[in-house]
């Protein structure tokens, strides 16, 4: 039986905080976006984002460690039958009969077990049950990648399911790549209601912003005169462009702040936007080399260097 542990290479008493770490640095190594040409990374990939979907699962993560259910979240046989870890496959499960039914043999595993026990107990009554009881269909994980602006908003999303039918979810706060959504009864069906589909979330890259936490980043090129005169400018933000007010004399390298404006918080409100000023001088511009010529300042902006 796969063991999420190793699979993570994490250890068994790992910490929530120690499962994360590992899962975002394979799956940033393994990510199907980095190794399309590589089928093997997304098997592993796959594989991983499982093993983590389920030991972050605290309930499931304890029914794993007592021997409950494999890393699909399937039930395991009773005492190790049925193959899980460090037991042994029946010739009834292995060739798909029901343990403590009749298998290709023809062997009645109840009656076995009523015979060790005593003719006055029975299979169910020593513990061991005559049939698994019915299960639950597998869960089928999914990827969907989230385009920047869509993740720091939170806009309704739409996922494809494997039966062509589609579904639509809405981001949880605090969203970021590895996130999971779990679509009850949307999974495989099985004898007990179908599996779930879990959705794992990648979030794209944009061209201007990058995200530190919840605050999103932003470096803004501002003229020259802009930066000398001051004044309003517009500027890009996840919500939509806003207005803002440049004071006269900025330089390059200053951080402005916009409240509010960023990736929403677990804990409720949301981050801001750091705007970094950064000052775009043109090339070949010969008006700007005539003035720069005819300019004439005492000011030394290296002064407090003391060389």
């Known amino acids: ?23 975002r640095k394979l799956a940033k190594e393994l990510h199907p976006d980095r190794n399309k040409d590589n089928p093997k990374a997304a098997e592993r990939f796959s594989e991983v984002t499982q093993a983590y979907d389920l030991l972050t699962d605290s309930d499931k993560r304890a029914r794993f460690d007592r021997g409950e259910i494999d890393i699909e979240g399937n039930p395991t046989a009773p005492f190790g039958f049925g193959g899980g870890a460090g037991g042994y496959h029946s010739r009834s499960q292995s060739s798909g009969g029901d343990f403590g039914g009749f298998g290709n043999d023809g062997i009645d ?56 039918k589609t579904v639509s979810i809405k981001l949880p706060v605090g969203v970021e790549t590895g996130s999971k959504i779990r679509l009850t009864g949307k999974g495989q069906p099985g004898a007990a209601g179908p599996g779930d589909a879990i959705v794992t979330i990648t979030i794209g890259k944009h061209p201007h912003f990058r995200r530190d936490e919840d605050d999103v980043l932003l470096d803004l090129p501002i003229s020259l005169t802009e930066a000398v005169k001051g004044g309003k400018i517009k500027i890009p933000t996840v919500d939509g462009p806003v207005m803002m007010t440049l004071k006269a004399g900025s330089t390059g390298g200053q951080v402005m702040r916009l409240k509010g404006k960023g990736f929403h918080r677990k804990g409720g409100g949301r981050g801001d936007q750091m705007v970094t000023l950064r000052i775009a001088i043109p090339e070949d511009d010969a008006a700007l080399d005539q003035f720069v010529d005819s300019w004439s300042s005492r000011h030394d902006p290296r002064a407090h260097f003391q060389m």
């Open 109 to 164: 595993f109840a009656d076995i077990f009523d015979g060790l026990f005593g003719g006055g107990g029975n299979a169910r009554s020593s513990g061991f049950g005559g049939r698994q009881p019915p299960s639950k269909g597998a869960n089928v994980g999914y990827q969907l990648t989230v385009d920047f602006i869509s993740a720091a908003t939170l806009a309704p999303q739409t996922v494809t399911l494997s039966d062509g």
């Open 1 to 23: 039986m796969a063991d999420p542990y190793k699979i993570l290479g994490v250890a068994r008493g790992a910490s929530e905080k120690d499962i994360k770490s590992a899962y």
